[in-house]
């Protein structure tokens, strides 16, 4: 669902162009309905989960809407209808992915709503308070803002962990210039009930070298996004002998197989992997080709390329510039950067200190083989897509300049990309 909210966030983005394109908005006129917006989200959900039931059964695949447990090794106990029942297999595979994982903090759970229930909130968010700075946390922040509401995000330590970090305070930088507030350092301490029917936010703010400071603030709806959790604690995994990571609460595993033989893993519940849908998917697929038979080739979960679908989208592929850094050692790879402005922003409203950015970081003792690519900008999961095949196979530098790119689009400043970090000349680019 989160696509579909992001694009009535892009489009309100370009009803802030739209008079410079020759479109005559009269002020007040178009006016955005939360209501409208979730309720053709969820259609699709239900519609989406309905085609897939009937997938299963056109292939004969019996489906429980229950939850399950181990019972031993070979046998799952679950309850439907009231009744306990049980069902036996050869082979079993651990698909139970994730929830939203509330802090542990007074008035969280009574007050708070997480990424699960924003999708389905029965009335506008109004002023809201995202805890947490992860993709999720800043993707629901974005499209609130760019739906006019008032949103601060509240930041522990840095954004987007995992992630470049010089990429990830640029796309938080541009969300503070498109108006979202951020309280960094901070962390809420309590949450309580306000007579108007708000919920005020007990905080503590604790900068660097600095005498830490308490405050509150009252918001409309307070969005917790500060981690998942695998659904593997209530498994009773210990039953049938399956070892978990007892601080992750994730299933160790080699090639998505567990330390007993007969019981596999994919999806959220696997420890060490990305968390994305279309790595499950076909970790899936290769896992049931290698147990019939049909194929034994593994699962490779290097260079996926994904997308933080905020205002302005950061698409990535590979090694953050300070992993390859520590990997390889500065010497030894070379980043190509590039500020740039999309040609439709040209004509619009002046967008000072808004360029979008690019740099792609490469091996220079392996003739300059690609380590890493990212990108800020419009339509990212569309340009970086495609260079994930690039990455699977290997490709250099000097491939990516023999590519020729389609004109104009910002996807051909990744085929124009010459200017180094170490040259120390500018990345803003001229004219010419």
């Known amino acids: 669902p989160k696509k579909l909210m992001h694009q009535p966030a892009l489009i309100g983005g370009y009803m802030k162009d739209a008079p410079s394109f020759g479109w005559e908005l009269e002020p007040g006129q178009i006016q955005h309905n939360w209501n409208t917006l979730v309720q053709k989200v969820q259609n699709h959900i239900h519609s ?33 209808g009231g009744e306990t029942k049980r069902i036996t297999a050869e082979r079993i595979v651990i698909a139970c992915g994730g929830r939203p994982t509330y802090p542990n903090v007074e008035g969280a759970q009574e007050l708070c709503i997480t990424s699960d229930d924003f999708f389905s909130l029965d009335h506008a968010p109004g002023k809201t308070l995202v805890v947490g700075a992860s993709y999720v946390a800043l993707e629901c922040a974005g499209l609130m803002a760019e739906l006019g509401m008032d949103v601060t995000v509240m930041v522990r330590s840095i954004p987007l962990r995992g992630f470049d970090q010089d990429m990830a305070y640029r796309v938080c930088n541009y969300m503070e210039e498109h108006g979202v507030k ?62 978990m990571d007892p601080a992750t609460k994730k299933i160790p595993c080699t090639n998505e197989q567990t330390n007993v033989p007969h019981i ?29 038979g049909a194929s034994e080739e593994l699962m490779d979960y290097r260079n996926v390329a994904t997308t933080v679908f905020t205002p302005l989208e950061y698409g990535i592929i590979g090694m953050a510039e300070d992993d390859a850094m520590e990997q390889y050692g500065g010497d030894n790879i070379e980043c190509f950067h590039s500020f740039f402005y999309p040609l439709e922003w040209k004509i619009s409203e002046p967008r000072e200190g808004q360029e979008c950015y690019l740099k792609m970081i ?46 104009p689009t910002t996807a051909e400043e990744v085929n124009l990309l010459h200017v180094t970090k170490s040259s120390m000349k500018t990345p803003h680019k001229g004219s010419c």
């Open 48 to 80: 989406a989960n309905f085609g897939y039931r009937t997938a299963l059964r056109q292939e004969t695949i019996t489906w429980f809407n229950a939850f399950a447990r181990f019972a031993d090794p070979h046998t799952l106990e679950y309850t439907l």
């Open 182 to 243: 951020f309280m960094w350092q901070t962390v809420p301490t309590r949450f309580t009930h306000l007579e108007c029917g708000r919920t005020c936010v007990h905080y503590r703010h604790s900068p660097p070298n600095q005498p830490a400071t308490e405050g509150t603030e009252g918001f409309d709806t307070v969005l917790l996004a500060t981690g998942r959790t695998p659904n593997t604690t209530k498994l009773q995994l210990e039953r049938a002998g399956v070892t």
């Open 264 to 292: 596999y893993c994919i999806g959220d519940a696997l420890l060490g992997v990305p968390e994305l849908t279309p790595t499950a998917i076909r970790a899936g697929q290769l896992l049931a080709r290698r147990i019939f």
């Open 362 to 407: 490469t091996h220079k003792a392996d003739k300059n083989r690609l380590l890493g690519f990212h990108y800020m900008g419009p339509n990212a999961g569309e340009v970086t897509d495609g260079w994930g095949l690039a990455f699977k196979l290997g490709a250099t530098k000097a491939d990516v300049e023999a590519t020729i790119g389609i004109h």
